[in-house]
């Protein structure tokens, strides 16, 4: 995705990745709803989280210099590691985004994930956790290193 981009994702399909979805600033991911569906599949290693979908520019590690100003709305996520994780970020939206996990427990992160950001937003969403005790939400501070070990791991 580039800069100012609206994605929208076509029909109740799913669309299979295999790394970190990275959204650059002033980017709407749109689904059309239950059934459209962004499903992370790689397995990782024991205590290994990554993120389904992220923000670009976190390796910045600094302030609000991150991708920011992004919308992800109306889909599934279905993963065996995290949901959502943004960084050093300002204005995020998540609304309406359904998130189940498969896969062993050791490898699940959480559903949202964010560390060292402002005005970030989630709302009408629903989260399948795997089991008793999850930390579907995750909001960490922006101290140096926070998120750069784990890039992809957001939560609150």
Request: charged share 15%; net charge negative.
């Amino acid at each position: 995705s580039g800069p100012g981009c609206h994605i929208q994702l076509r029909g109740l399909q799913i669309y299979e990745i295999d790394v970190t979805l990275r959204l650059e600033a002033y980017t709407t991911l749109q689904g059309m709803g239950r059934g459209s569906q962004v499903r992370y599949g790689r397995i990782e290693s024991a205590g290994s989280a990554i993120n389904v979908i992220g923000n670009a520019g976190i390796e910045n590690n600094g302030g609000y210099s991150a991708a920011g100003n992004i919308v992800v709305r109306d889909l599934d996520i279905y993963s065996t590691s995290s949901g959502i994780g943004f960084g050093h970020a300002e204005n995020i939206l998540v609304e309406n985004v359904h998130c189940s996990w498969y896969g062993q427990s050791d490898q699940i992160g959480h559903f949202v994930d964010i560390c060292g950001c402002s005005n970030v937003i989630v709302q009408s969403c629903f989260v399948k956790a795997p089991m008793v005790g999850q930390g579907v939400f995750q909001v960490d501070s922006a101290g140096t290193g926070a998120l750069i070990h784990r890039l992809s791991d957001i939560s609150t």
